[in-house]
């Protein structure tokens, strides 16, 4: 692909993007919560009175990172066009279709690789949140399944089980420890008639 084409036209998209029209209120992103609603006070008010102006705000600042991310995409673009290395993938250093530039001018890598780095994109499987743990619960979910210590699996089976209602179809023992209360079903009560049989027969 001409290079220099592809130039003009990241600098259209860097030019369109600069002139693209604002959000509503993003300039009152940096405003107090106060100034924004003309409100003295908003404790004495329901939570869902603001619930607008809340929505208003995560919009607006979804608007800017998603803008920042696609300027930093223009800027990524133009900084491989001035190096040279514009239409080669960053990864496997193979040439990119022209078709692929074509519908799409910010590519830096080809269809295989960003299929793989969507793949381990997708492959998080807890909330981003967690991040901020350096040993969360989470973490141990996906442990060795051949392990013999009390692991992050054995914890969430055990607390799934508290989380059971108990049924008809339960053992009588469940609810109580039997040893404790001396109470209990006997051990003979889940024999049946033919094996009680087959036993005296021995």
Request: charged share 30%; with cysteine; aromatic share 6%.
């Amino acid at each position: 692909m001409d290079r220099e084409k592809a130039r003009q036209r990241l600098l259209a998209l860097k030019e369109s993007l600069e002139g693209r029209a604002e959000y509503p209120n993003q300039n009152r992103l940096n405003d107090s919560q106060r100034d924004e609603t003309s409100e003295l006070s908003m404790i004495d008010n329901h939570p869902a009175d603001a619930a607008t102006e809340l929505l208003d705000r995560e919009m607006a600042l979804g608007m800017r990172a998603a803008n920042s991310e696609y300027a930093l995409q223009i800027e990524r673009a133009l900084h491989a066009i001035e190096n040279g290395e514009y239409g080669q993938c960053a990864i496997c250093q193979q040439e990119i279709p022209e078709e692929r530039l074509e519908a799409y001018p910010l590519a830096l890598t080809c269809i295989q690789c960003q299929e793989r780095i969507d793949h381990l994109d997708h492959r998080r499987t807890r909330p981003i949140e967690e991040e901020v743990f350096p040993h969360s619960f989470g973490s141990l979910i996906g442990d060795d399944k051949d392990t013999t210590g009390f692991d992050g699996e054995d914890s969430w089976q055990a607390v799934g089980q508290m989380n059971a209602r108990p049924s008809a179809n339960d053992p009588e023992s469940i609810g109580y420890e039997t040893w404790l209360e001396g109470i209990g079903p006997e051990l003979t009560d889940g024999i049946t008639n033919e094996e009680w049989r087959d036993t005296l027969s021995r």
